[in-house]
């Protein structure tokens, strides 16, 4: 691999240089895929390459987003074989992409840091070490709630609330009940501390047409304000995201496990 520290005009991009580009276009909005966005920089500065390279690449990998495609929205026309293969490779497969990126982000960190001109090959931490564990569960948690927050553009889907410091990414199969969809941004939800409580608690869900229901318990409750603050969302749709979205699968597990 190429020194760190120079760009690579004209050059091919490598296999980890595409992980972390794709990981990048799943925590920001497409609308922010510009070379001046600071991580876009920061993702320059940290491969090698210039802003300008990196926001094309996000651009290309628009090209492959069904979401977008749906908006009327393309990515760049110009996308490769090995663009294309990264995205078939990890858009079902979310617990390897972040951890790859993470892996890779530290990896390249060093390089930095030794100004090493020749990174060694890099190898995943092995054994089940409580540190690694920990660190495993923050990086997924990190990539989670910057793909839900960023595809519902800072809004709870139910309320419209614009409180980023007041918003949750909700796990629809929970956390505890599936390490296979914890990182999967198709898993979740944005919504608001109060909201993601109930939805926690299964006394709200969502329907397979993307419909608010909300418990007959509470839509019956004897507190007014309990029906009128949270009862008035009930049968309302929800605000649906601009990517990744729901999946009826994850919807249907909820409904049928957790709502009651």
């Known amino acids: 691999m190429s020194d760190v520290h120079t760009e690579k005009y004209g050059s091919l991009w490598e296999r980890e240089e595409l992980i972390l580009a794709f990981d990048l276009y799943c925590r920001i909005p ?7 966005n600071p991580a876009v920089i920061e993702l320059a500065r940290l491969i090698g390459r210039t802003p300008s390279s990196v926001a094309r690449k996000l651009g290309n990998f628009g090209s492959f987003d069904p979401m977008l495609q749906q908006q009327n929205i393309t990515g760049l026309v110009h996308a490769s074989k090995a663009d294309a293969a990264i995205w078939e490779e ?9 951890w790859e990126a993470e892996s890779l982000r530290s990896h390249f960190d060093n390089v930095i840091a030794d100004s090493v001109v020749e990174p060694k090959i890099l190898k995943r931490p092995s054994g089940k070490t409580e540190r690694i564990a920990t660190r495993k569960e923050r990086v997924h948690q990190s990539f989670f709630r910057d793909a839900i927050i960023t595809s519902y553009e800072q809004t709870c889907c139910v309320t419209g609330l614009r ?7 909700s796990h629809i199969i929970p956390w505890r ?8 941004p198709r898993n979740g939800l944005c919504l608001s501390a109060t909201f993601d409580r109930l939805f926690d ?15 007959e318990s509470l839509l019956k409750s004897q507190d007014r304000r309990t029906t009128e603050q949270i009862g008035k969302y009930h049968e309302k749709p929800m605000m649906l995201p601009t990517r990744f979205m729901p999946l009826s699968d994850y919807l249907a597990w909820h409904r049928e496990n957790l709502f009651h």
């Open 30 to 36: 497409f609308n922010k895929t510009k070379k001046n």
């Open 90 to 98: 990890f858009n079902n497969n979310w617990n390897g992409l972040v």
């Open 163 to 169: 409180i980023r410091e007041c918003l949750i990414a």
């Open 177 to 184: 009940e599936s390490e296979e969809h914890r990182t999967d």
């Open 201 to 215: 608690r299964g006394l709200m869900t969502i329907s397979h047409d993307y419909i608010v229901l909300v418990s």
